[in-house]
């Protein structure tokens, strides 16, 4: 299901016509390697919680928290560093697009901690393919409704700038 949402296209993508403008080129390069990221930390969370790490059981719930803060401070990382580019490229002066798209920032981040924070609590399968759910919305939801939407709408903006640049 997870490497689903993260495999290739089928087909080769339509080769691009207009140029990538700087803020949607590193938007872009930052996003690709979130996504590869996150598919990673997708699959440990799989090994770890099917029990099939190759380390004891007693330090299942240790690694999965070790995990979980990984992914955190990741995300916590990558957060920070996407609204920084898309607060210099303008994308505050879009104001409902720039709420909404920094509340799910942030909601998804309470979202993870909340996870590890009930790693004592729920047992390590169900607390990976909970957290693993976290990272599928971030792909299904955020990805599409927040993400490609910033993109569209700099690439948008930045388009007349550069053309008389
Ligand atoms: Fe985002």
Not at 17 to 32: I, K, Q, R
Not at 133 to 138: N, S, V
Request: glycine share 6%.
């Amino acid at each position: 299901m997870v490497a689903a949402l993260f495999a290739a296209p089928s087909r080769p993508v339509a080769r691009q016509t207009e140029p990538e403008y700087g803020p949607v080129s590193d938007l872009e390069t930052m996003l690709a390697d979130a996504s590869r990221q996150l598919l990673a930390f997708a699959a440990k969370l799989l090994v770890l919680g099917s029990g099939r790490s190759p380390g004891p059981s007693s330090h299942l719930s240790q690694e999965l928290l070790d995990l979980l803060a990984e992914l955190v401070a990741f995300c916590d990382r990558h957060f920070q560093r996407e609204e920084q580019v898309l607060r210099e490229a303008g994308l505050r002066a879009f104001d409902r697009i720039w709420q909404a798209h920094t509340s799910a920032h942030a909601e998804l981040m309470r979202g993870f901690s909340a996870a590890a924070g009930g790693v004592d609590a729920v047992p390590p399968t169900e607390l990976a393919e909970r957290v693993v759910g976290l990272i599928e919305a971030f792909w299904s939801e955020h990805h599409v409704e927040h993400d490609r939407l910033a993109c569209d709408v700099l690439r948008r903006r930045l388009a007349p700038a550069a053309r008389f640049a």
